[in-house]
């Protein structure tokens, strides 16, 4: 079934869910590669082809994550929920919604402080989507040491990194309990609906 049903996640949610996760697997390393190239090796991006051809694709990934996220978000607004399983706590129930929600705001933020990063950065770095380096800012650009430069927007896009990888951890655990230890049917509901 498309849609989710009070029993269980549809087709396109779980898709969401799994693609999501799959785009967060392979952005993590392009991200490191990147940090590691630019603020330890103090590679030149536009004299390394294999920095820029990372630079690309976390560019492009980071844009297709943030519409992805969108029309995820668009979904589970427009979708039930369904019905949390009953053998769960109070605390419990309250602790995956908030879970859940920041998620949604994590993966809103995550991209969009990667976009401004690059935005406010001082030396006019191009911020390509599928080989196009015409992608506008989405804050102005200015000299390092400004208020909202690129430091500051890096600094959030690295605090949604760890932020991210903690809860991801939490996320990841709790599934896993669900579906080996109290084996109520969470953990099946997102695989097989």
Request: glycine letters at 6%; hydrophobic letters at 55%; proline letters at 3%.
């Amino acid at each position: 079934m498309l849609a989710n049903t009070n029993e269980s996640w549809g087709v396109v949610s779980r898709s969401f869910h799994w693609l999501t996760f799959v785009l967060v697997l392979i952005q993590i390393p392009l991200g490191f590669y990147m940090v590691d190239a630019y603020e330890v090796y103090k590679i030149d991006y536009a004299d390394d082809t294999v920095f820029m051809r990372a630079s690309l694709a976390h560019n492009t990934l980071g844009f297709l994550f943030l519409l992805l996220v969108l029309a995820r978000l668009s979904w589970r607004l427009k979708q039930r929920v369904p019905a949390m399983s009953a053998a769960l706590s109070v605390y419990q129930r309250a602790l995956a919604r908030l879970t859940h929600w920041a998620f949604y705001l994590l993966m809103i933020v995550y991209p969009l402080s990667g976009w401004a990063a690059l935005s406010a950065y001082e030396f006019d770095f191009p911020i390509f989507f599928f080989g196009w380096n015409s992608v506008p800012g989405i804050v102005p650009s200015v000299q390092e040491g400004a208020l909202f430069d690129y430091e500051f927007f890096a600094d959030i896009h690295k605090l949604c990194w760890q932020f991210g990888a903690g809860l991801l951890g939490l996320h990841v655990v709790a599934a896993l309990w669900h579906g080996f230890v109290r084996r109520d049917g969470v953990l099946e509901r997102m695989l097989r609906g």
